[in-house]
């Protein structure tokens, strides 16, 4: 009885070590999205308005104001420099 309670125990640590590891691997990824996100609004051709709307965006809802920079916005800055040419 003894040995099946320390092999269910292994187990559970195992599984609880792998969802941290997970979580952690999603945490990281997260932190990159967003500090991805405030370089590529910092470094954009947006005029400083949309810059400040942006990063305010991404500060309010990161995961969400990441995502639609890289989604929408992005593409819109790279839009305004070939209309300039």
Request: with cysteine.
């Amino acid at each position: 009885m003894h040995t099946l309670l320390t092999t269910s125990d292994a187990g559970a640590s195992a599984l609880g070590l792998l969802l941290l590891g997970l979580a952690a691997l999603a945490a990281l990824a997260y932190v990159v999205l967003f500090v991805a996100a405030l370089i590529s609004i910092v470094c954009s051709a947006h005029t400083a308005g949309m810059k400040l709307a942006w990063l305010v965006f991404a500060f309010v809802a990161p995961f969400l104001g990441s995502a639609l920079w890289f989604l929408v916005g992005r593409r819109d800055a790279e839009r305004q420099v070939l209309a300039a040419r």
